[in-house]
């Protein structure tokens, strides 16, 4: 059982920086694959990044590479994302979620754990 908790959300301008935080519970946080994933208003939930629970592996979408890093501290059990160079069709509900697959999943059915998300509004 894994709980997740994220924050670090909030109003920027565009071109700006942000990083969410994802707080786990749980003593086996590393046997999990970790990823974000965001819902804009009006519109579905889609995948940003994901990261094997080791971290040794990445995965991230088109539209936010080069600019989001995603890290993790499995001592801590804690995930980061790190959004730079921020776009206003970045904003939306960002989440954190967790999987026992192995690798980096895209697929959001392939997540157990979810947290509540936190809000990440870039305005132009």
């Known amino acids: 059982q894994v709980h997740l908790v994220e924050s670090g959300g909030g109003l920027v301008q565009a071109g700006a920086s942000l990083r969410l935080s994802c707080a786990a519970s749980?003593?086996?946080?590393?046997?999990?694959?970790v990823g974000w994933f965001r819902q804009a208003p009006g519109k579905q939930r889609e995948f940003v990044v994901a990261m094997s629970g080791s971290g040794t592996n990445t995965d991230y979408a088109d539209s936010v590479k080069g600019r989001f890093t995603i890290s993790r501290d499995n001592a801590e059990n804690m995930v980061y994302l790190q959004m730079n160079s921020l776009k206003p069709e970045d904003t939306a509900v960002y989440y954190c979620?967790?999987?026992?697959?192995?690798?980096?999943?895209?697929?959001?059915?392939?997540?157990?754990?979810w947290g509540q998300g936190t809000q990440v509004t870039v305005s132009s």
């Open positions: 979620a967790a999987s026992l697959w192995g690798g980096v999943p895209r697929l959001q059915n392939n997540y157990s754990y």
């Open positions: 749980g003593r086996t946080f590393s046997w999990y694959a």
